[in-house]
Nanobody, 118 residues
């Protein structure tokens, strides 16, 4: 079955950096757009970034210029490099996979906690 397993979340000071990883298995990685979402306590889940084959990426305005999404097809892994972190970036970060041509996200990981202290 399909599994998305995130890692890399931790406590970091404001201004610091983290790199999140999401290892995908059980799917044809090149056929899926991979995305990152986040959910802060008491708030809805928000889109952060997405990447599909060919290097096409998309970002939420709140993270443009600070976060970079990338994917390694050899490892079936998608990364989220987060720089200049702010306390408002604190959230559970989840990765998701969406088959090309579909509008809904098909698979979700369990999430990894990122906490940014001021």
């Amino acid at each position: 079955q399909v599994q998305l397993v995130e890692s890399g979340g931790e406590l970091v000071q404001a201004g610091g950096s983290l790199r999140l990883s999401c290892a995908a298995s059980g799917l044809s990685f090149s056929l899926y757009t991979m995305g990152w979402f986040r959910q802060a306590p008491g708030k809805e889940r928000d889109f952060v970034a997405a990447a599909r084959r060919g290097g096409i990426t998309d970002y939420a305005d709140s993270v443009k210029g600070r976060f970079t999404i990338s994917r390694d097809s050899a490892k079936n892994t998608v990364y989220l490099q987060m720089n200049s972190l702010k306390p408002e970036d604190t959230a559970v970060y989840s990765c998701a996979a969406r088959l090309l041509g579909r509008s809904a996200w098909d698979y979700w990981g369990q999430g990894t906690q990122v906490t940014v202290s001021s």
